[in-house]
Nanobody, 123 residues
Framework: QVQLVESVGGSVQAGGSLRLSCAAF????????MGWFRQAPGKEREKVAT???????NYTDSVNGRFTISQDNAKNTLYLQMNSLKPEDTAMYYC?????????????????WGQGTQVTVSS
Protein backbone atom coordinates (compact mmCIF):
# COMPACT_ATOMS: atom_id res chain seq x y z
CA GLN A 1 0.00 0.00 0.00
CA VAL A 2 1.14 3.54 -0.72
CA GLN A 3 0.23 6.69 1.17
CA LEU A 4 0.84 10.16 -0.23
CA VAL A 5 0.83 13.21 2.01
CA GLU A 6 0.97 16.70 0.51
CA SER A 7 2.34 19.73 2.27
CA VAL A 8 0.07 22.61 3.14
CA GLY A 9 -0.59 24.83 0.13
CA GLY A 10 -1.16 28.50 0.53
CA SER A 11 -2.39 31.81 -0.75
CA VAL A 12 -0.26 34.14 -2.83
CA GLN A 13 -0.69 37.13 -5.05
CA ALA A 14 -0.39 36.81 -8.79
CA GLY A 15 3.23 36.61 -9.85
CA GLY A 16 4.27 34.92 -6.64
CA SER A 17 5.73 31.48 -6.04
CA LEU A 18 4.88 28.40 -4.00
CA ARG A 19 6.47 25.00 -3.60
CA LEU A 20 4.38 21.95 -2.89
CA SER A 21 5.83 18.72 -1.60
CA CYS A 22 4.43 15.23 -1.37
CA ALA A 23 5.86 12.61 0.96
CA ALA A 24 5.35 9.01 -0.09
CA PHE A 25 5.08 6.15 2.40
CA UNK A 26 4.84 2.44 1.88
CA UNK A 27 5.78 0.25 -1.07
CA UNK A 28 6.83 2.97 -3.47
CA UNK A 29 9.75 2.65 -5.82
CA UNK A 30 11.79 4.86 -8.10
CA UNK A 31 10.18 3.04 -11.02
CA UNK A 32 6.80 4.61 -10.22
CA UNK A 33 5.34 7.40 -12.26
CA MET A 34 4.59 10.41 -10.05
CA GLY A 35 2.46 13.40 -10.86
CA TRP A 36 0.57 16.47 -9.79
CA PHE A 37 -3.03 17.10 -10.72
CA ARG A 38 -5.36 19.95 -9.88
CA GLN A 39 -9.06 20.54 -9.72
CA ALA A 40 -10.76 23.91 -9.67
CA PRO A 41 -14.38 24.31 -8.50
CA GLY A 42 -16.79 23.13 -11.17
CA LYS A 43 -14.03 21.73 -13.34
CA GLU A 44 -12.61 18.30 -13.98
CA ARG A 45 -9.37 17.16 -12.43
CA GLU A 46 -6.50 17.83 -14.83
CA LYS A 47 -2.88 16.83 -15.10
CA VAL A 48 -0.37 19.53 -14.15
CA ALA A 49 2.90 17.64 -14.46
CA THR A 50 4.30 14.13 -14.36
CA UNK A 51 7.73 12.62 -13.88
CA UNK A 52 8.57 9.12 -15.02
CA UNK A 53 11.04 6.58 -13.72
CA UNK A 54 13.78 7.86 -16.00
CA UNK A 55 13.22 11.43 -14.92
CA UNK A 56 11.25 12.37 -18.01
CA UNK A 57 8.91 15.24 -17.23
CA ASN A 58 5.75 16.36 -18.92
CA TYR A 59 3.69 19.48 -18.30
CA THR A 60 0.32 20.72 -19.32
CA ASP A 61 0.67 23.66 -21.71
CA SER A 62 -0.72 26.24 -19.30
CA VAL A 63 2.06 25.69 -16.74
CA ASN A 64 4.98 24.89 -19.04
CA GLY A 65 7.87 27.22 -18.28
CA ARG A 66 6.38 28.30 -14.95
CA PHE A 67 6.14 25.05 -12.95
CA THR A 68 8.84 22.47 -12.30
CA ILE A 69 8.25 18.94 -11.07
CA SER A 70 11.08 17.11 -9.34
CA GLN A 71 11.64 14.28 -6.94
CA ASP A 72 14.11 13.20 -4.29
CA ASN A 73 14.14 9.41 -4.38
CA ALA A 74 16.26 9.18 -1.23
CA LYS A 75 13.55 11.03 0.68
CA ASN A 76 10.60 9.56 -1.25
CA THR A 77 9.41 13.09 -1.83
CA LEU A 78 7.88 14.75 -4.87
CA TYR A 79 7.97 18.50 -5.42
CA LEU A 80 6.17 21.06 -7.53
CA GLN A 81 7.81 24.46 -7.78
CA MET A 82 5.28 26.99 -9.00
CA ASN A 83 6.48 30.38 -10.22
CA SER A 84 4.71 33.30 -11.87
CA LEU A 85 1.44 32.11 -10.44
CA LYS A 86 -1.80 33.28 -12.01
CA PRO A 87 -5.33 33.45 -10.59
CA GLU A 88 -6.31 30.64 -12.95
CA ASP A 89 -3.85 28.38 -11.10
CA THR A 90 -6.19 28.48 -8.12
CA ALA A 91 -7.27 24.91 -7.39
CA MET A 92 -6.94 21.93 -5.13
CA TYR A 93 -3.66 20.24 -5.99
CA TYR A 94 -3.23 16.49 -5.68
CA CYS A 95 -0.16 14.29 -5.64
CA UNK A 96 -0.54 11.00 -7.50
CA UNK A 97 1.49 7.84 -8.07
CA UNK A 98 1.23 4.75 -10.22
CA UNK A 99 3.41 1.66 -10.37
CA UNK A 100 3.61 1.64 -14.16
CA UNK A 101 6.88 2.88 -15.58
CA UNK A 102 5.17 5.10 -18.13
CA UNK A 103 3.10 8.10 -17.18
CA UNK A 104 -0.48 8.45 -18.27
CA UNK A 105 -2.24 11.76 -18.59
CA UNK A 106 -5.63 11.04 -17.06
CA UNK A 107 -6.58 10.74 -13.39
CA UNK A 108 -7.70 7.17 -14.08
CA UNK A 109 -4.09 6.33 -15.00
CA UNK A 110 -2.97 6.81 -11.39
CA UNK A 111 -3.67 4.34 -8.60
CA UNK A 112 -2.64 6.29 -5.50
CA TRP A 113 -3.68 9.78 -4.44
CA GLY A 114 -2.96 12.28 -1.73
CA GLN A 115 -5.66 14.15 0.12
CA GLY A 116 -5.13 17.38 -1.77
CA THR A 117 -3.89 20.81 -0.80
CA GLN A 118 -5.42 24.18 -1.64
CA VAL A 119 -3.56 26.77 -3.67
CA THR A 120 -5.18 30.19 -4.03
CA VAL A 121 -3.79 32.94 -6.23
CA SER A 122 -5.29 36.40 -5.93
CA SER A 123 -5.10 39.11 -8.57
Amino acid sequence: QVQLVESVGGSVQAGGSLRLSCAAFGYIYSSFCMGWFRQAPGKEREKVATIGSGGTTNYTDSVNGRFTISQDNAKNTLYLQMNSLKPEDTAMYYCAADPRWYCGTQPTDFRYWGQGTQVTVSS
